[in-house]
């Protein structure tokens, strides 16, 4: 089975004044460990690294080498996998997200056609608007 976490799961982990802080580093931390295969979308990634870094977001943002720094970790390990888009994305987007997702649903929807199109059924997430979607599992880890 195979899993991923949205940008918010890694931003808590990361920010030690979030009152998820203990929880969420424990969860990524029971990723980090694996055997379970952890998928790492470049949306996620990207997102995580623009919140972590952004002054008007924390009150004490990361470094950007700090909060690449987090990322690498991740990547370094065996378990995680970090695919992109590939052929008939465009298609399986259209799919998931119908042809009237605007602003921050974008974003949410090509995450659930990346994990779509890689198998990944759940995703630990704090954002419920990733119910929407039928093709994939959303669980609030804090619930």
Do not use: C, K
């Not at 690449?68 to 970790?73: F, S």
């Not at 949410?108 to 759940?122: E, P, S």
Request: glycine share 4%.
């Amino acid at each position: 089975m195979s899993v991923t976490v949205d940008a918010n799961i890694l931003i808590y982990a990361s920010n030690e004044a979030d009152p998820l802080h203990q929880p969420a580093r424990a969860l990524v931390q029971t990723f980090v460990r694996g055997p379970e295969l952890l998928y790492l979308f470049w949306p996620t990634i990207t997102a995580y690294l623009r919140i972590m870094t952004h002054p008007a977001i924390l009150p004490r943002p990361s470094s950007a080498p700090e909060a690449a720094a987090n990322i690498t970790l991740l990547l370094a390990r065996p378990h995680v996998r970090v695919p992109g888009e590939d052929d008939g994305f465009w298609e399986l987007y259209r799919a998931t997200a119908g042809d009237n997702a605007r602003g921050n649903d974008v974003a949410d929807a090509h995450i659930a056609a990346l994990m779509r199109q890689h198998g990944v059924r759940t995703i630990y997430t704090r954002d419920r608007g990733f119910r929407r979607f039928d093709a994939i599992e959303m669980r609030d880890p804090f619930a």
